[in-house]
T-cell receptor, first 110, second 116 residues
Framework: GQNIDQPTEMTATEGAIVQINCTYQTSGFNGLFWYQQHAGEAPTFLSYNVLDGLEEKGRFSSFLSRSKGYSYLLLKELQMKDSASYLCASEGDSNYQLIWGAGTKLIIKP | DAGVTQSPTHLIKTRGQQVTLRCSPKSGHDTVSWYQQALGQGPQFIFQYYEEEERQRGNFPDRFSGHQFPNYSSELNVNALLLGDSALYLC???????????????FGSGTRLTVV
């Protein structure tokens, strides 16, 4: 079957660093996406990884290990506005269908 | 430049009724995907339209159908509504090809459907 697992909720402090993990088991693999979703809003694109390694985009970085079926999103210098749900999604065999995790709710405390 | 536009934003329907949701993709995008998102869950893929054809379908019953028009806009129709169809329905647009991997899918703000 196809499955994406991520922690349900995490708490971090403003200014700190947090790592949100995602493990996936999908039929085929054509890349992994990370999206941010604030409550009641649309998901917004953060990153896409298809090769092993770390991709850095400002305060956000995403890592992929295809052999381990594992990815993480690293958020640095946390700000209160980073409080949101973070969803990982795998693009499998079809190239058109994303399989989504349930999302990790990140709570930032002052 | 307008992003993805969905209408209506909220809708309340009675069990057994039919509903039509609408989506206008971001300018320059030609592909539209529809997702159902239950509260506290990730989106579930319903189907994707490209060149006015359903290209891929997720694990949803035939009560869920769609259409794409020549201007790339799309509709999602749900017949014989069930209480379990209550959810946020998201439309995502993309440019066919590698663009979706560079820029990601662009999502609309969704239609919140409540079935009573």
């Amino acid at each position: 079957g196809q499955n994406i697992d991520q922690p349900t909720e995490m708490t971090a402090t403003e200014g700190a660093i947090v790592q949100i993990n995602c493990t996936y088991q999908t039929s085929g693999f054509n890349g992994l996406f990370w999206y941010q979703q604030h409550a009641g809003e649309a998901p917004t694109f953060l990153s896409y990884n298809v090769l092993d390694g770390l991709e850095e985009k400002g305060r956000f970085s995403s890592f992929l290990s295809r052999s381990k079926g594992y990815s993480y999103l690293l958020l640095k210098e946390l700000q209160m506005k980073d409080s949101a749900s973070y969803l990982c999604a795998s693009e499998g065999d079809s190239n058109y269908q994303l399989i989504w995790g349930a999302g990790t709710k990140l709570i930032i405390k002052p | 430049d307008a992003g993805v536009t969905q209408s209506p934003t909220h809708l309340i329907k009675t069990r057994g009724q039919q509903v039509t949701l609408r989506c206008s993709p971001k300018s320059g995008h030609d592909t539209v995907s529809w997702y159902q998102q239950a509260l506290g869950q990730g989106p579930q893929f319903i189907f994707q339209y490209y060149e006015e054809e359903e290209r891929q379908r997720g694990n949803f019953p035939d009560r869920f159908s769609g259409h794409q028009f020549p201007n790339y806009s799309s509709e999602l129709n749900v017949n014989a509504l069930l209480l379990g169809d209550s959810a946020l329905y998201l439309c995502a647009s993309s440019k066919n090809g590698q663009g979706r991997r560079i820029y990601g899918y662009t999502f609309g703000s969704g239609t919140r459907l409540t079935v009573v």
